[in-house]
């Protein structure tokens, strides 16, 4: 079964650093471009960082540049986020995406709350 499951949300407080990991099973993820989204409530998801099978090329949101990395360890068929610096807009839902030609799959996201 290809399922891809997201720990390490939670509440935090703001300026604090949250580290989340996704990890897929039922595939091999090397071959698939592994990306964060997020969905705030009342908006639009929106592509938070992404990072190519090989791990050298990554990407990220201008609202995240500087304060989050995404990092890859396809031995252990797993996807991280490492976020610092949290302000409380960056509160929602975060899943992670896996792609590779025709092949999408969507974790079931977790909840990320920056609040004081």
């Known amino acids: 079964q290809v399922q891809l499951v997201e720990f390490g949300g939670g509440l935090v407080q703001p300026g604090g650093s949250l580290r989340l990991s996704c990890t897929a099973s039922?595939?091999?993820?090397?071959?698939?471009?592994m990306s964060w989204y997020r969905q705030a409530p009342g908006k639009e998801r929106e592509l938070v960082a992404a990072?190519?099978?090989?791990?050298?090329?990554?990407n990220y949101a201008d609202s995240v540049k500087g304060r989050f990395t995404i990092s890859r360890d396809n031995a252990k068929n797993t996807v991280y986020l490492q976020m610092n610096s949290l302000k409380p807009e960056d509160t929602a839902v975060y899943s992670c995406?896996?792609?590779?030609?025709?092949?999408?799959?969507w974790g079931q996201g977790t909840q990320v709350t920056v609040s004081s």
């Open positions: 990072i190519t099978s090989g791990g050298r090329i990554t």
């Open positions: 039922g595939f091999t993820c090397s071959r698939y471009v």
């Open positions: 995406k896996a792609e590779w030609s025709t092949n999408n799959y």
